[in-house]
């Protein structure tokens, strides 16, 4: 076996979190994959596209892995217990065959023929909030367009017609700061149940309603998937769709945010774009690439394996760098350089293989929507603050606020 390679220093810092593709650049030319003591107690990183695109695809790589956050502390196992009970049913932990059966209920929410009648709908959420921020001359587009956006577009959806957006951004954050930290606190793990369960209670309501009054939604053809027995009520039901609330909001608001902000730092690019919309859908998925929103994902090893020389035991945590995998320059040429032409087939943004993110479709829509009646809107636009402000969570990379000036 292979000496096991160790990080030269502490992964996440400051420095990582304002701009991780130095230190991706720094583990990839050291070797492929390495042994961290700083993600849940000890992690095998996995650092070119190859090695990701495989785990990400490869039974022998599990997705079940809410154990370690959850379950290993022995003094929390009561207190988390209805946590555990909700969390590892979501679609995001689970394997085949229950993977399979639940996804296929879900895809019935997705299909392309669902997402484009959201089409208008979202046009117009865009149009209003942008005319919003047309009132003064700057505006943070993070808290007046990125951030209500996506959860507007998923509650119609699903079929939520009420006032509690805001709540639902709230208890979104709170499980994005707990699934997306290395090693998550007492405090976190608390915030992350209480947001759950206030969503499963949520749940709990509209699901009766949809049961008794159903309409053309997602949470309605859950309802009806219920009934044919092709998925269990209690809290797989009400995980599936607490897990859609958060997945529907996180990262398409740092697309948003992280996309708009690299057309800004890059004007050569930004003007094409204008000139040439249609360039629009090879924008995302470069904007995609360039900064992912999901930065990284974990596996659990099912069976002892051999990578790279390295043993891995089953049970072992791996975790695949997918933001790594997005500069590595063995799959894309210049990886470091936005190109919003750039011909080489999709990322790994949105994962690949079981687990390719069922919204992915939606996503993008939701991002050629924005940038097309933003750049139509202000041909001026000009960022406030030239040092990006981005968010503490290594996993889901995002910025925390995006002052923009448009006019005079």
């Known amino acids: 076996m292979n000496a096991v390679l160790r990080p030269a220093r502490p992964l996440i810092d400051t420095a990582f979190l304002a701009n991780p593709y130095q230190a991706y650049a720094a583990l990839r030319e050291a070797g492929p994959i390495h042994w961290s003591d700083e993600f849940f107690g000890g992690a095998w990183l996995l650092t070119n596209h190859t090695d990701v695109e495989m785990a990400l695809k490869d039974p022998r790589f599990s997705a079940q892995r809410t154990g370690a956050w959850v379950k290993d502390r022995e003094e929390e196992r009561g207190e988390l217990s209805g946590f555990q009970k909700l ?15 639940i996804r296929k209920v879900l895809n019935a929410g997705f299909r392309p023929d669902v997402i484009q009648q959201l089409v208008p709908h979202i046009e117009q959420i865009v149009s209003d909030l942008l005319a919003q921020a047309q009132a003064t001359d700057s505006f943070d587009f993070i808290e007046q367009v990125a951030r209500p956006l996506p959860v507007h577009v998923i509650t119609r959806l699903m079929g939520i017609e009420d006032g509690q957006r805001h709540d639902f951004m709230v208890w979104s954050d709170h499980l994005a700061l707990f699934i997306g930290s290395p090693l998550p606190t007492r405090e976190q793990a608390r915030r992350a149940q209480t947001s759950l369960l206030a969503m499963s209670a949520y749940f709990e309501i509209l699901l009766e309603h949809k049961r008794h009054t159903p309409g053309d939604d997602l949470t309605s053809r859950l309802v009806q998937a219920e009934a044919r027995g092709e998925i269990d009520g209690g809290a797989e039901l009400l995980s599936q769709c607490a897990m859609l609330l958060f997945a529907g909001h996180e990262t398409t608001r740092h697309l948003l945010g992280s996309g708009v902000q690299a057309l800004l730092t890059h004007p050569e690019q930004c003007e ?26 974990g596996r659990r090893v099912a069976t002892d394996l051999v990578l790279h020389g390295q043993q891995l035991r089953r049970g072992d945590l791996v975790l695949p ?44 829509i939701e991002a050629e929507i924005v940038f097309r009646q933003v750049l139509a809107r202000w041909p001026d636009l000009r960022l406030q ?16 606020a995006l002052p923009l000036v448009h006019g005079v």
Do not use: K, M
């Open 87 to 101: 969390f590892a049913r979501a679609l995001l932990f689970l394997d085949a065959p229950d993977h399979t059966r």
């Open 272 to 297: 094409r774009l204008r000139r040439e919309p249609a360039l629009l859908p090879s924008a995302v998925r470069e904007f995609l690439r360039f900064d992912s929103p999901v930065q990284y994902t």
């Open 321 to 364: 760098l997918i933001g790594a995998a997005s500069r590595d320059p063995a799959r894309y040429t210049q990886p470091d350089t936005l190109d919003i032409t750039r011909n080489e087939g999709p990322s790994l943004a949105f994962g690949v293989g079981p687990h390719v993110c069922l919204g992915a479709a939606l996503t993008r």
């Open 385 to 400: 603050d030239a040092s990006p402000r981005w968010g503490h969570n290594p996993a889901y990379r995002g910025l925390l």
